[in-house]
Each structure stands twice: as structure tokens, then as C-alpha cells.
């Protein structure tokens, strides 16, 4: 079965502060593994995908396939960056996403 | 491009009444998603539909829910006899095509039962 699961429901950091959601999965091929971030009253929108292998926003993630890890980290938080986020697994076909429940990220000044 | 357009963005149903929730993917986009958000849940894969045709519809609870998408306008999720169980933030997702491409959110519809 795919499964992707987010422990934290909320992360709160101060302003600089590194910051790590974590973010774990189990899926029986070579997955697909994607962050997406939710700011307050906006769509849901595609941060970074694991195979670009890119930095958006100052933010990276690395998937980890011996402990099934795809954790986002930043090395500085910003307030800006206060926003849901959601770690996501592609299933087999076409673009279906399995999604985590999400953690809320609180940058505090 | 005006992104994915979902209508209405709020809608409030008594139990029993059906909802209609609408999905205009973006242009030239020929696959649509539907997902649900329960209160303090990720979201859950309901429906993969391409035009006219249901790809993957494992998501759907077997009663009162279906979906389709027309040759021509938007993509309708039906619920029938809404219970308050179906109080939920239903989303839909769109993309060109299949698996290497991205796919869009738009801003969801929150259905509210009472």
C-alpha cells in the first residue's frame, strides 16, 4: 500500500532558525516523491519534486530510499514561509497523488 | 491562463439535497483529479477522469458519488443525498497529460451539510 506520513501537525520556529518537516513513505516500486505548500488562502501549489533535484525558495529534499525519507529543509526560515505543507507520493498512474496530512509551519519574528 | 477554476467555492447543502461541485481545468488540459480534505486530514484521492473516460475511480465511495467529464465544459463531481459526513474541502487537480507532467490545483470548494 502507498502511505506517506507527516508526524508533525505543526512546526514552530523563529525567524533564521533551521527547519526540517519531516516526511516518511512506503511504496513497493521507485517512487515519486513531491512537496507542495498551501499559504493562507491560496491554492495548493507544487513547491519541489525529488527527481528536479532543485532548491525553490531556499528549500531542499533529498530522498532518502534506505529510511524511505523525503524530509524539506531549510537552512534559514523566513516569515514568509509560514504556509501548510504537504508531502506527496505519485501513485501508478498518470498524476494521482497520495498525500500526508500535512504540517503547518509557523516562522515566528 | 486562468488557472484551474473551481465553482462554487462555498456551497451549503441540507442532508438530503444533492451538490454539485464544477472543475474548468487549464487550457488545453485533458486530465482531471478530484480530491477530498476532511477536517485535520491530508487529502484523499477520490477520481482520475480524461475527457469522457474514468481512469481510476478506487477514491469514490460506492453510494451517492460520481463523477464525469464531458467532451465539452467543465468536470462535475455529484454527491446525492448529502449526509454530514460529505462536509469536506473537495479539490480538483489538472494536467496536460499523464505522468511526467505537473498537475494544477484550484482553490477548492468547501461543502458545508447542515
Known amino acids: 500500500a502507498q502511505r506517506v506520513t507527516q508526524p508533525e501537525k505543526l512546526l514552530s520556529v523563529f525567524k533564521g532558525a533551521p527547519v526540517e518537516l519531516k516526511c516518511n513513505y512506503s511504496?513497493?516500486?521507485?517512487?515519486?516523491l513531491f512537496w507542495y505548500v498551501q499559504y493562507s488562502r491560496q491554492r495548493l501549489q507544487l513547491l519541489l519534486r525529488?527527481?528536479s533535484r532543485e532548491s525553490i525558495k531556499g528549500f531542499t529534499a533529498d530522498l532518502n530510499k534506505g529510511e524511505t525519507s523525503f524530509h524539506l529543509k531549510k537552512p534559514f526560515a523566513q516569515e514568509e514561509d509560514s504556509a501548510m505543507y504537504y508531502c506527496a507520493l505519485k501513485g501508478e498512474y498518470g498524476n494521482k497523488l497520495v498525500f500526508g496530512a500535512g504540517t503547518i509551519l509557523r516562522v515566528k519574528s | 491562463n486562468a488557472g484551474v477554476m473551481q465553482n462554487p467555492r462555498h456551497l451549503v447543502r441540507r442532508r438530503g439535497q444533492e451538490a454539485r461541485l464544477r472543475c474548468s481545468p487549464m487550457k488545453g488540459h485533458s486530465h482531471v483529479y478530484w480530491y477530498r480534505q476532511l477536517p485535520e486530514e491530508g487529502l484523499k484521492f477520490m477520481v482520475y477522469?480524461?475527457?469522457?473516460?474514468?481512469?481510476?475511480e478506487s477514491g469514490m465511495p460506492k453510494e451517492r458519488f460520481s463523477a464525469e467529464f464531458p467532451k465539452e465544459g467543465p468536470s462535475i463531481l455529484r454527491i446525492q443525498q448529502v449526509v454530514r459526513g460529505d462536509s469536506a474541502a473537495y479539490f480538483c487537480a489538472s494536467s496536460p497529460s499523464g505522468r511526467n507532467t505537473e498537475a494544477f490545483f484550484g482553490q477548492g470548494t468547501r461543502l458545508t451539510v447542515v
Open positions: 477522469l480524461q475527457k469522457e473516460n474514468i481512469i481510476d
Open positions: 525529488h527527481i
Open positions: 511504496y513497493s516500486g521507485s517512487p515519486e
